[in-house]
């Protein structure tokens, strides 16, 4: 794997995330925050196995961002209030990608990982979505494609191939690597410090 710039903690925390390259001819943008859960799935007599979610994301404050942003709930006009602070606070940029990772088999936590799909016992799955927010700051403009059916228009793409490397981890507290990760003939790849978050619950 290509090395990534190491970042201090302290002194450069600005480059603690990163997410760089092109997907679909586009820009994927700047990484803001990162925030991780990891769970341990009973599979009862056949034991069980840890399965690890990596966020990666353009929103800042991700933990209680995306919780406020899938929490929003209502009619077209309630709905899209809650939505303008959320957006103003939370989603920086008119565009906002969110790459999320899947590891399963995670036993020793720390180490390198192949592309395995999301349904693999072993390896790791992705996939990237580009959010287009900026009607979001606007109520009205919001409200009118809420209407029409569509809030926040967005696509995405799943993982092809790639690698994983997590350098250091702290139970419940942080996790830190770096990636590259394909999606078909384009690459994202970076550095992530990412914090705990009740991924699973948001």
Request: proline share 3%.
């Amino acid at each position: 794997m290509r090395p990534a710039l190491l970042c201090l903690p302290l002194t450069l925390a600005a480059c603690a995330n990163t997410m760089n390259g092109e997907v679909d001819g586009r820009s994927v943008g700047s990484a803001h925050d990162a925030i991780f859960e990891l769970e341990t799935i009973d599979l009862g007599p056949l034991g069980s196995y840890n399965t690890l979610w990596l966020i990666i994301t353009g929103a800042s404050d991700a933990c209680e961002g995306l919780d406020e942003l899938w929490d929003a709930d209502g009619d077209c006009e309630e709905y899209c209030e809650e939505l303008e602070p959320i957006a103003r606070d939370h989603l920086p940029h008119s565009e906002v990608w969110t790459l999320s990772i899947w590891i399963a088999g995670t036993e020793e936590i720390e180490g390198l990982y192949s592309h395995g799909g999301w349904a693999d016992l072993d390896g790791f799955g992705a996939s990237i979505e580009r959010w287009e927010v900026e009607a979001l700051r606007d109520p009205a403009i919001c409200e009118e494609m809420c209407e029409d059916g569509e809030t926040i228009p967005s696509d995405s793409e799943n993982s092809t191939d790639g690698s994983i490397e997590i350098q250091t981890y702290e139970s419940k507290e942080s996790l830190e690597g770096e990636y590259t990760i394909e999606f078909d003939d384009d690459v994202v790849e970076g550095h992530f410090s990412a914090n705990w978050c009740d991924i699973f619950d948001l």
